[in-house]
């Protein structure tokens, strides 16, 4: 368990040591989430875009031969992929419950025989809270969105009481997550952001390193798998995280993944 008043150091502060953990021998995985990580935050889903300096930095990497890059998000696969639209990146999305690598798809079987369950279950969220102001359920297929970033501090309680009623804690085959400012309600099986990397990095080939940079609560499952070699990054102040370092905005992003294709380069 992490201390809830620990916070990841500055990367700027450690550049030489994280170089050093990643050399210019190859064999490195670059994870990525996109909300807040590859593209600012906005106010509803259908709003970001993949930063232009991030678009740039991608590419760069994903040209690199010794570095795979990775989009881990909880959007919809086919979102996800239209958004980052950078040839040559692999893809986890619904949290890793959709993923595409080596040009081929795959759904986590046991997610997939939940989807006529949570059709029922988006009906009774849109006439719970879809009517509060600000909400929005967002249907991903595999997983299901509730979205409050727009609604008014007064009614937030009144949107996760009603998800709750909708889908309790009990629930066998359904759970909530929470997110910023977003209720995830996913099949209740045990995968998530992290299971995804380990999955993919296990079906890459030669990766030896990863690198994972994400500012959400779903992030902190991909920090739990890394291991001491490995360098996890928070984007945002980061009390709580695990990660091993943080910067502080997403506009620090680009400029950092720039710094590591400069490093797998030997150019820094």
């Known amino acids: 368990m992490v201390d809830a008043e620990r916070r990841p150091p500055r990367i700027d502060d450690h550049l030489e040591t994280v ?22 935050i906005a106010s509803t889903p259908d709003e970001p875009e993949l930063a232009a300096a991030c678009r740039d930095a991608l590419a760069a990497l994903v040209a690199h031969p010794g570095v795979t890059v990775g989009v881990v998000s ?6 996800l992929k239209e958004r980052v639209g ?6 986890a999305g619904n949290h890793g419950l959709e ?3 080596r040009g081929e798809t795959e759904v986590h079987p046991a997610a997939a025989t939940h989807r006529p369950h949570l059709r029922e279950v988006r009906r009774e969220l849109e006439g719970r809270v879809g009517d509060v102001r600000g909400c929005e359920v967002e249907d991903k297929d595999l997983t299901l969105s509730v979205h409050y970033r727009r609604t008014p501090p007064a009614l937030v309680e009144n949107v996760r009481d009603g998800v709750r009623d909708v889908v309790p804690e009990d629930d066998p085959d359904l759970r909530v997550n929470e997110g910023k400012a977003v209720l995830e309600v996913r099949p209740a099986i045990d995968w998530d952001k992290g299971s995804a990397i380990l ?11 990863i690198v994972y940079v994400g500012d959400d609560v779903t992030d902190e499952d991909a920090f739990d798998v890394l291991d001491d070699e490995d360098v996890g990054v928070h984007v945002g102040p980061g009390h ?24 797998v380069d030997g150019s820094s």
Not at 19 to 40: K, Y
């Open 199 to 209: 999955y993919l990095v296990e079906h890459l080939e030669g990766v030896r390193r």
């Open 74 to 79: 909880g959007r919809a696969l086919a979102d």
């Open 240 to 263: 709580g995280s695990a990660a091993d370092y943080r910067v502080d905005s997403q506009d620090e992003v680009a400029p950092f993944l720039s710094w590591v294709a400069d490093v």
């Open 99 to 101: 993923l595409e690598h």
């Open 19 to 40: 170089a050093s953990s990643l050399g210019t021998d190859g064999g490195l995985f670059v994870g990525l989430d996109f909300d807040g990580t590859l593209s600012p």
């Open 86 to 91: 950078v040839e040559g990146v692999v893809y």
